[in-house]
Each structure stands twice: as structure tokens, then as C-alpha cells.
């Protein structure tokens, strides 16, 4: 894949149909569709395909009809496709993060943080695997929800990834949280920051107000898509201002060293 200095980055924004995998590839298809043409790299909230990481029978196979949609979606979108859904594999369930080009690639990495207050680490495995994809001349690392506040997980080794992604179901009651680690995320690792979030009310009663955004490496608000429900929203990334901020203000050359698996 060619290098490109921009990137065109879709927000996907909207609600999630509870535990209703049908219904929510229907939605998702219709709103990728109206963004064809126009990003690069599509980003849904956190499972997209059910809200809920509670009923098993809801977790699709690891290939399974999910999966399916998303290569199609990004095959006919011309777009590669970030988020994350709840996966079967080998007996075990995932809340599992993808990343999905137009060319049929498909990566994927596990939540490494589960929401104890919410049940989630007596329902699903915690991943292992930090992952990078590039793209189009990016390196991408995506994460999920919790993993935000968990800075040494996100860290940037050497400059390891341009842009950071977390797909989201954050609740409004933590909205002032999320709004707050997002830039720092940006700020301390350098790179463009991406958050997206779901809307609506999930079926334990949780209302989710959106609030998708994109920071850049100086916590710069790039693009909001506020707290008004359904939206679409696309910005485009310089590479170059990044490389000129990392070349003229090296705080990752004194950066603490960890071990990311």
C-alpha cells in the first residue's frame, strides 16, 4: 500500500440494538454505505453488533456472519473498518477489537481490561496481544473501551503507531472521564487519538451520549461529534505536522521502556 501523508478518518456514531446482532448489521450497513467514498478508516463503537457482553448465545463464530458483513462493508465502502464485537472461539468468548480493509485483510486483538463493575470479566477472556495495522502508510493501534485508562497498555513504544483508536460503550455518567484521558492518551504518546462511542440506552438502563472525537499528537480537538445522537462525521489526518512535532519535540526518545506483549 502506497504511503499517503492524510488519512480520512469516518465517525460512525449511533445506538446499538440490545442483544439484537440481525437488526444492528442491518443499521451499521446502511451508515457505512452513506459514508462511501468519503474516509479512509470507518470507526464503530465498542460491539456494535449487541451492546451487551452478557448473553453468550449472542457471540458470533470468530469467521462467522459478523466478520462476513465487514469485509463486504469495507470491500464496497472502499474502506477499511475499525470496532469491535463479541466472538466465539474454542469455547471461550472475546470482546474482540477489528480492523478490516477493502482488500479482505482482517486483524484482530482482544480487550485486555474487562469492566469488573460490569460483569465483564466473568463473561469473556482478556486478550494477550497488543496490535498495530498499517495502513495506507499509518500505523494504527486499536483498542477497546476500558483499556483507556490504563496508560502503560496504550504506551507508545518508539513511536510505534501514528494513531490510536478506542471504540467505546461509555456511559454518559462517565462522560467528563472520558473527555479528560482521550487528549492525554494524545498528548503523553504523541499521536492522533481516536475515540467513538456509542449513543442511545443499552438494556441495563445506561444512557451513552456519543461524545466521538478526534485529538491530535497536541490535544488539539480535531473533530466532535458532540452529544446529539446518530452522526457521521469525517476528518482528515496530516502526517506530516506529526513526524515535524516527534522530530522537533523528542519526548519519546526519554520515555520509560515497558514490555508490551
Known amino acids: 500500500m502506497e504511503e499517503k501523508d492524510s488519512l480520512r478518518i469516518g465517525i460512525v456514531q449511533a445506538d446499538v ?17 452513506r459514508i462511501a467514498g468519503q474516509a479512509d478508516l470507518a470507526v464503530l463503537p465498542e460491539l456494535f453488533t449487541t451492546g451487551s457482553i452478557r448473553n453468550p448465545e449472542q457471540a458470533d463464530a470468530a ?21 469491535s464485537f463479541m466472538a466465539a ?28 463493575m460490569g460483569g465483564e470479566d466473568r463473561c469473556i477472556e482478556a486478550g494477550a496481544k497488543r496490535l498495530t495495522v498499517s495502513w495506507r502508510g499509518w500505523n494504527i493501534c486499536p483498542l477497546v473501551c476500558y483499556d483507556l485508562r490504563f496508560p502503560v497498555w496504550s504506551r507508545n513504544v518508539a513511536n510505534g503507531y501514528d494513531l490510536l483508536l478506542y471504540s467505546a460503550n461509555w456511559p454518559a455518567i462517565r462522560g467528563d472521564v472520558w473527555r479528560t484521558l482521550l487528549p492525554a492518551r494524545a498528548l503523553e504518546n504523541q499521536a492522533y487519538v481516536c475515540g467513538v462511542n456509542r449513543t442511545g440506552v443499552d438494556g441495563a438502563g445506561l444512557a451513552y451520549h456519543g461524545g466521538s472525537v478526534v485529538y491530535s499528537p497536541l490535544g488539539e480537538k480535531l473533530a466532535d461529534a458532540g452529544d446529539t445522537g446518530e452522526i457521521l462525521l469525517t476528518c482528515t489526518l496530516k502526517k506530516a505536522p506529526l513526524e515535524s512535532l516527534r522530530t522537533g519535540f523528542p519526548v519519546w526518545k526519554d520515555a520509560d521502556t515497558f514490555e508490551i506483549l
Open 17 to 33: 440494538t440490545w442483544e439484537d446482532r440481525a437488526a444492528n448489521l442491518a443499521h451499521y450497513g446502511v451508515l457505512l454505505r
Open 63 to 83: 469467521d462467522g456472519e459478523t466478520v462476513a458483513a465487514l469485509k463486504q462493508w469495507a470491500a464496497e465502502c472502499r474502506t477499511a473498518i475499525a470496532g
Open 89 to 116: 472461539e474454542n469455547g471461550k468468548h472475546y470482546n474482540r477489537a477489528f480492523f478490516v480493509t477493502p482488500g479482505g485483510d482482517a486483524f484482530y486483538a482482544d480487550k485486555r481490561h474487562l469492566f469488573r
